[in-house]
């Protein structure tokens, strides 16, 4: 497919990202918008990160699997947690998603002032297929 997960010498090597992704030739890209915990009824799902974040992942997936492709596609995360919020809770809903067989994508951490009404987490995306 022509994506490379590349972490350089002299940077530090993580299980849970990795440093950069190189796309190497034409391929079809999708860019998710930021999802948050909101189930398909348009309600968010729970008071917390954790709850939140799952069904954000679940979002994720869906769309996705929308277009032939799977979360292992995913080349960029983008996550943003109201401040005041841990993410472990976070951590734990990705690990729960991601295959460790998978390269992991590059992902960002933001902690933003709010999100919306209710939302504690949002989720975006680029995959590659």
Do not use: C
Not at 8 to 34: C, D, M, N, W
Not at 41 to 53: I, N, S
Not at 83 to 102: I, L, R
Request: aromatic share 6%.
């Amino acid at each position: 497919m022509g994506v490379r997960h590349i972490n350089p010498e002299g940077l530090h090597r993580s299980p849970a990202f990795s440093q950069a992704v190189v796309v190497e030739q034409p391929a079809k890209t999708i860019y998710i918008g930021g999802q948050n915990g909101v189930g398909a009824d348009g309600k968010v799902v729970g008071p917390t990160v954790g709850e939140q974040a799952r069904q954000a992942f679940r979002n994720l997936a869906t769309i996705l699997e929308s277009e032939g492709a799977s979360l292992a596609n995913i080349v960029q995360w983008s996550i943003a947690v109201v401040d005041g919020h841990t993410f472990d809770e976070g951590v734990a809903a990705f690990q729960q998603v991601w295959n460790p067989a998978d390269p992991p994508p590059a992902i960002t951490v933001h902690v933003v002032a709010g999100l919306g009404p209710e939302f504690l987490v949002e989720i975006d995306a680029i995959a590659v297929v």
